[in-house]
């Protein structure tokens, strides 16, 4: 029931020991990109044009432009074209910054449409530790 980069194994004597394994303890829906996207902070500055498909919320289903950095965000539709195509379901496993967009690009989950488009992606959103829920809900 620890986070994935849990340092205590790195303590132990042998670090080996400690027996790992990966459960889910913590899902997100993002019911409105535009507000959760800019509502996030970005270890990089950047710009990024997302095609992003919700079957189930439509409101979320179209092309987004994200402009965020470490103080600030924004995201409002756009009519350009995209930088990577991805499912609300994938955006959503990358938004705490647990997962890669080249991870998921490379299980088939992501489209890059814009070379570049991935690392970028990822270089925003990445985090300094990985997201992590205590206590099951």
Not at 14 to 30: C, M, N
Not at 36 to 52: I, T
Not at 86 to 92: E, M, R, S, T
Request: net charge negative; glycine share 8%; with cysteine.
């Amino acid at each position: 029931m620890r986070p994935v980069d849990e340092p205590l194994r790195f303590l132990l004597a042998d670090s080996r020991q400690p027996k790992t394994r990966i459960e889910d303890g913590l899902w997100l829906r993002l019911v409105d990109v535009p507000t959760a996207l800019a509502g996030r902070r970005y270890a990089a500055e950047g710009r990024l044009g997302l095609r992003v498909r919700d079957a189930f919320c439509p409101w979320n289903d179209g092309h987004f432009e994200l402009n965020g950095g470490p103080h600030t965000a924004e995201c409002r539709r756009h009519d350009g074209n995209p930088d990577l195509a991805i499912d609300v379901a994938d955006l959503a496993a990358v938004y705490l910054g647990g997962n890669r967009f080249r991870t998921l690009m490379e299980a088939g989950r992501v489209e890059e449409l814009q070379p570049g488009a991935v690392a970028r992606a990822d270089a925003m959103f990445a985090t300094d530790r990985a997201p992590w829920c205590p206590s099951h809900f």
